[in-house]
C-alpha cells in the first residue's frame, strides 16, 4: 500500500491497519510472531544455552536498532526537506512500530527466563535487581512515550494533509528520547557484567 493514498487514521484500529498495509502483511506477521516465540521455544527447549542464544540475539538486534535510531537516523530525518523526510518516514515508521515493541517483549521475557533457568531468582543480586527495574523502564519508555511519538509520525505521513511542523516536531522528541533509551541500555550491559561476576 503506499500511503499517497492514505488518509489520517481516526483510530487505532484503522491505525494499525494502515500501518501493516504500509509495511506489508507479511512483515508484518514475521515482526511480531518472530521475537515473541522465540523465547517460548527457548524456554520450552530446557536449555540454559539456547535461552541465552535467543537472548542475545533480540537484546543485540534491539540495542543495535536503538543506536541506528539515536545516532543516525534521527538526525539524518532532522536534515531532510519536508518532502524527502515525510517519504523516508513513510518506509521506516510503519516498520519500526510493528518490530521494536514485540522484540523489546521478546528481550526482557527471554532475559527474565534465563534468569530463571540458571537459578538466579533463587537468591536475586543486585545487578539482577538492577537489571529488571532497567528492563521495565525499558519497556515503559517503549510503550509509552516512544510509541506515541512514533504514532503521531505515523498519523501525520498518512495523512493527505500532512502537518510538517508537527512531524519535526514529533522526530526531534523520537530523536532526543531514543537517546535516553540507549543510555538506559547501556546501563543495562552493566547489569549483565555484574551478573556475570556475581553482583
Keep these: 500500500m503506499s500511503l499517497t493514498d492514505a488518509q489520517r487514521p481516526a483510530n487505532r484500529r484503522e491505525r494499525y491497519s494502515s500501518m501493516v498495509d504500509a509495511a506489508s502483511r507479511p ?3 514475521g515482526a511480531v510472531v518472530v521475537p515473541l516465540i522465540l523465547p517460548v521455544l527457548g524456554y520450552v527447549s530446557g536449555d540454559a544455552r539456547v535461552m541465552f542464544t535467543v537472548h542475545l540475539f533480540l537484546g543485540a538486534f534491539w540495542f543495535g536498532t536503538a543506536v541506528l535510531g539515536a545516532v543516525v537516523l ?9 518532502e524527502a523526510n515525510a517519504e523516508f518516514a513513510a518506509g521506516f515508521v510503519p516498520r519500526m ?3 521494536m515493541e514485540p522484540v523489546s517483549v521478546g528481550v526482557v ?3 527474565i527466563g534465563l534468569a530463571s533457568m540458571m537459578g538466579l531468582w533463587a537468591s536475586p543480586t543486585p545487578s539482577l535487581w538492577a537489571a529488571l527495574a532497567l528492563a521495565a523502564a525499558l519497556l515503559a519508555l517503549g ?3 516512544l510509541h506515541t511519538f512514533t504514532s503521531g509520525m505515523f498519523d501525520e505521513i498518512a ?4 502537518d510538517h511542523e508537527r512531524l519535526a516536531s514529533l522526530n526531534k522528541k523520537y530523536g532526543m528520547l531514543s537517546l535516553v533509551e540507549l543510555a538506559l541500555m547501556v546501563a543495562i550491559l552493566g547489569t549483565m557484567a555484574g551478573l556475570r561476576w556475581g553482583f
Design 74 to 82: 534521527g538526525p539524518v530525518m532532522g536534515s531532510l526537506s519536508e
Design 109 to 111: 521475557g527471554s532475559g
Design 159 to 162: 495523512a493527505d494533509d500532512t
Design 143 to 145: 510503550f509509552g512515550p
Design 27 to 29: 512483515f508484518a506477521a
Design 97 to 99: 512500530n510493528l518490530l
